[in-house]
């Protein structure tokens, strides 16, 4: 089964600074998929940014932009010019990318970030 | 607009009771999800269902039930043997199948038992 860890319960940046959330996972399968998912005050999932394992560059979604290392099994999200409406909780979560899994995703247990003026 | 909708927003239960939480989807998609949050837990998964009429146990399924009948709707009943059922529970949607297809949710449903 796989597993995924989000050692940072809270995290707090400064509006206009950068902070980078951690995840890590455990699966002992070649091809997957990576995801943070945002979860603001009114509890609403909304997917931030997503990653394909098979592909080595990282991917970036205006600011959000994530450190993947696949040997490290390590999938970072990094925010950039951080806003006051980037506070929320963040979710990592992994999905199989073999047949018959559906779209199933293991979440971690969440980093609430807080941002400050 | 396409999306997921969730109803109550609110539901309280009595203990012994069985509760049905409602999840409906417009955006045509094959398969659905239940998932429960807890604080410091993260989103566990219920139930999924990647067609209708069928369904699967997730990894904490025992205690609710599920039905999809249609494949817009995937209601969940959390029934009383359940024993911890206070909580928050979120519906999502997805495009069956291998492709990395984003899962869309619902704005949840907060279950408290009085």
């Known amino acids: 089964a796989q597993t995924v860890t989000q050692s940072q319960p809270e995290m707090s940046v400064q509006e206009a600074e950068t902070v980078t959330l951690s995840c890590t996972y455990d699966?002992?399968?070649?091809?997957?998929?990576l995801f943070w998912y945002k979860q603001p005050p009114s509890r609403q999932m909304i997917l931030v940014i997503r990653?394909?394992?098979?592909?080595?560059q990282n991917a970036t979604e205006n600011r959000f932009s994530v450190n993947f290392q696949k040997a490290a099994k390590s999938f970072s999200l990094k925010i950039s010019d951080s806003q006051l409406g980037d506070a929320a909780m963040y979710f990592c979560?992994?999905?199989?990318?073999?047949?018959?899994?559906?779209?199933?995703?293991?979440f971690g247990t969440g980093t609430r970030l807080q941002v400050t003026l | 607009d396409g999306g997921i909708t969730q109803s109550p927003k609110y539901l309280f239960r009595k203990e012994g009771q069985n509760v049905t939480l409602s999840c409906e989807q417009n955006?045509?998609?094959?398969?659905m999800y239940w998932y429960r949050q807890d604080p410091g837990q993260g989103l566990r998964l219920i139930y999924y269902?990647?067609?209708?009429?069928?369904?699967q146990k997730g990894d904490i399924a025992e205690g609710y039930s599920v039905s999809r009948e249609k494949k817009e709707s995937f209601p969940l009943t959390v029934t009383s043997a359940q024993k911890n059922p206070t909580a928050f529970y979120l519906c999502?949607?997805?495009?069956?199948?291998?492709?990395?297809?984003?899962?869309?949710f619902g704005q949840g449903t907060r279950l408290t038992v009085v």
């Open positions: 999502a949607s997805s495009i069956a199948g291998t492709e990395n297809t984003e899962a869309f």
């Open positions: 699966t002992s399968e070649s091809d997957y998929y």
């Open positions: 990653q394909e394992a098979y592909k080595q």
């Open positions: 979560a992994y999905r199989s990318a073999f047949t018959g899994t559906a779209s199933k995703l293991t």
């Open positions: 955006l045509n998609h094959d398969a």
């Open positions: 269902s990647q067609i209708v009429n069928d369904f």
